[in-house]
């Protein structure tokens, strides 16, 4: 079973920067595709960015594209979200998610593991 744990959210005025990071437990997940997803108040989880098991492939949501940046260190097990720019409408629970597969999917039902999740709030 892969636990993995988010840290690093938090209050950020708009316009801030805030680095978020995914430790997991297990090895393995040098050989997922792991995500950031998130969930604002009253709405569903969706999907924010997603990196390839080697690091070499990622795709974002139109909504941070340019201004998030994923990243991960398989010797550490560690997944990263570089935010930047942030926005009050970024406001909202981040996600960590690793997916036993090859294929990439922004669709939060078809990932497998899931973290507890990291309060990030930005203020205008």
């Known amino acids: 079973q892969v636990q993995l744990v988010e840290s690093g959210g938090g209050l950020v005025q708009a316009g801030g920067s805030l680095r978020l990071s995914c430790a997991a437990s297990a090895r393995t997940i040098s050989t997922y595709p792991m995500g950031w997803f998130r969930q604002a108040p009253g709405k569903e989880r969706e999907f924010v960015a997603v990196i390839t098991y080697s690091g070499a492939g990622t795709r974002y949501a139109d909504s941070v594209k340019g201004r998030f940046t994923i990243s991960r260190d398989n010797t550490k097990n560690m997944v990263y979200l570089q935010m930047n720019s942030l926005k009050p409408e970024d406001t909202a629970v981040y996600y960590c998610?690793?997916?036993?597969?090859?294929?990439?999917?922004?669709?939060?039902?078809?990932?497998?593991?899931w973290g507890q999740g990291t309060q990030v709030t930005v203020s205008s």
């Open positions: 998610a690793g997916r036993n597969s090859q294929w990439i999917t922004v669709v939060p039902g078809t990932w497998d593991y």
